[in-house]
């Protein structure tokens, strides 16, 4: 095996090993086998909640986005207690919340919805 260039098995590092390394070290840094740990943690929960997603079984994981009815997994790409799919959806939302809180805002005390109508206007 000489001649043959071990490298990191983190798929995203792949960075040669050093030719003096002991034949059993699979990455070149404890950062690089932490990742690798977390990558194959977050690739298992996806596998688990996108088969669940395409069987149509509902659980907890999967939601959906009372802004564009879309359905969505929580855990991967999401936070667990997300509400919306999409920054769009959320800032959707925002605006129509705000949009009907202006509305109640500019209706006055006798209920018109501007201040000079309905008002006497000498």
């Known amino acids: ?3 043959r260039v071990r490298r990191c098995a983190y ?3 792949s960075k040669p090993l050093p030719a003096k390394a002991r ?3 699979q990455f070149c840094s404890p950062a690089c ?3 690798a740990r977390r990558w194959r943690r977050d690739y298992a929960e996806a596998v688990a909640i996108g088969l669940w997603y395409a069987l149509g079984v509902e659980t907890e994981l999967v939601t959906h986005c009372p802004v564009c009815g879309r359905g969505f997994a929580l855990g991967h790409g999401h936070r ?3 509400i919306y799919d999409r920054p769009a959806c959320r800032q959707a ?6 949009r009907t809180e202006r509305v109640r805002e500019s209706v006055t005390r006798n209920g018109s919805p501007h ?3 309905g008002a006497d206007q000498r």
């Open 23 to 25: 034949s059993d070290k």
């Open 33 to 35: 086998k932490a990742a």
């Open 11 to 13: 798929i995203n590092c």
């Open 1 to 3: 095996m000489a001649g």
């Open 115 to 117: 201040p000079l109508q």
């Open 93 to 98: 939302a925002y605006r129509a919340r705000h």
């Open 80 to 82: 667990r207690d997300a």
